[in-house]
């Protein structure tokens, strides 16, 4: 199979003349209010747990749960229905958690994507023996939980420690994109991202290089992706093959440079608009393919790192942000000696917490990895 790679400095220098200004001259909404006038979004945290460095939320339909993950603490959260945070320490730094059509968690890690089974014996085993552990202590988990780990499906730069997984999903085909980057440095150059695409069984192939930060990855039509590299204050348009996947030609993009902050994660509601969270801006901002400000959220907190529609309803967008300068560490083993901290409290410390609110369009349920290809 012929793979075509995209070197992403060779398309920003060649010009792209259909980008679209989402920056000055767009139609700015004021914040938290609807470009339609729709009234103020009230945005409250969603879970008392705090993270280093919040990303990937994933709304999970059938357990009716919300999945996200803490990069450098190698933490795996999970919001139930019941209003219950359940954190599970990984052991392997995950950037992305994914959805399989088994039930089963496919995470994009240091090792590549690796399937998780909370199912499996000896991780129920294990969640036993925390629960235990927290009744025993009064509801506090003074212990340092039980690590777990997943099967490596597909290794992805396994032998370069000084780089991750950053953000991937699921296309409407049950492809997985996944993106790379340095520990740390990140975005400096030379940019030496890359993003792969999976899919199985045979392995990983590169699609795209010379990517600064890989974020947010949404189909708005099966022949159109949207995709963020951060350090190009954009979201790229691509065309894409729909039957296999292959990026053909970036058809235009938004230029978001004239904003606070950088783009980072990003979702797609039902009507097909966009939603970017803006890390260093505090914001999410929704937006039109064409490059039209819709609305604005404001945050308490400036690094805002990745939004996801949730909920029975969909209705629900969930925000998950990130503390000031997150360490960034190399072995999720240096992470596993304590157990993930509740913040205090949501006023006193707003960073890194997950948020919530209902700002009015409906989200899509995110597409599943087909565990049996």
Do not use: K
Not at 43 to 63: H, I, N
Not at 220 to 247: F, H, K, N, Q
Not at 315 to 336: F, G, N, W
Not at 355 to 364: E, K, N, Q
Request: aromatic share 6%.
């Amino acid at each position: 199979m012929e793979v075509r790679r995209v070197v992403v400095d060779e398309v920003a220098s060649a010009g792209v003349p259909e980008t679209v200004s989402g920056g000055e001259g767009a139609v700015e909404a004021a914040p938290g209010i609807s470009v339609d006038g729709a009234p103020d979004v009230s945005v409250e945290p969603a879970s008392a747990v705090a993270s280093q460095l919040g990303e990937s939320p994933r709304w999970d339909a059938e357990r009716r749960s919300l999945w996200w993950v803490d990069i450098t603490g190698s933490v795996l959260h999970e919001l139930r229905t019941d209003g219950e945070t359940v954190s599970r320490l990984l052991a392997r730094h995950a950037g992305t958690v994914m959805l399989a059509d088994d039930g089963r968690l496919l995470l994009a890690t240091t090792a590549g994507l690796e399937v998780l089974d909370l199912a499996a014996p000896e991780i129920a085993a294990a969640a036993d023996a925390d629960a235990a552990a927290v009744a025993a202590d009064g509801g506090a988990h003074s212990s340092a939980p039980q690590v777990i780990g997943g099967v490596v499906v597909c290794p992805i730069e396994a032998d370069e420690p000084g780089r991750r997984m950053n953000d991937a999903s699921v296309d409407p085909s049950g492809r997985v994109f996944a993106g790379t980057m340095r520990w740390h440095d990140a975005g400096a150059q030379p940019h030496d991202g890359v993003l792969y695409r999976f899919d199985g069984p045979v392995p990983a192939v590169p699609v795209m290089t010379g990517i600064g930060c890989p974020n947010g990855l949404v189909w708005p039509r099966p022949d159109l992706l949207a995709y963020i590299d951060s350090m190009t204050r954009s979201i790229a348009l691509w065309s894409v093959d729909p039957e296999t996947g292959e990026l053909l030609e970036r058809t235009g993009g938004i230029d978001v440079s004239a904003f606070e902050g950088v783009p980072d994660g990003m979702t797609l509601d039902a009507d097909g608009a966009l939603w970017v969270a803006f890390w260093g801006g505090g914001v999410v901002r929704r937006f039109a393919l064409d490059g039209t400000v819709l609305a604005t959220i404001e945050l308490p907190t400036p690094l805002v790192t990745s939004v996801a529609f949730g909920g029975p309803d969909l209705a629900t967008l969930y925000i998950t942000t990130a503390r000031p300068d997150p360490e960034p560490v190399t072995s999720a083993s240096s992470s596993a000696s304590s157990a993930p901290v509740p913040a205090s409290s949501a006023s006193s410390d707003p960073a890194g917490l997950l948020y919530r609110c209902v700002p009015g369009p409906r989200g899509l349920l995110p597409d599943r990895w087909p565990a049996s290809r």
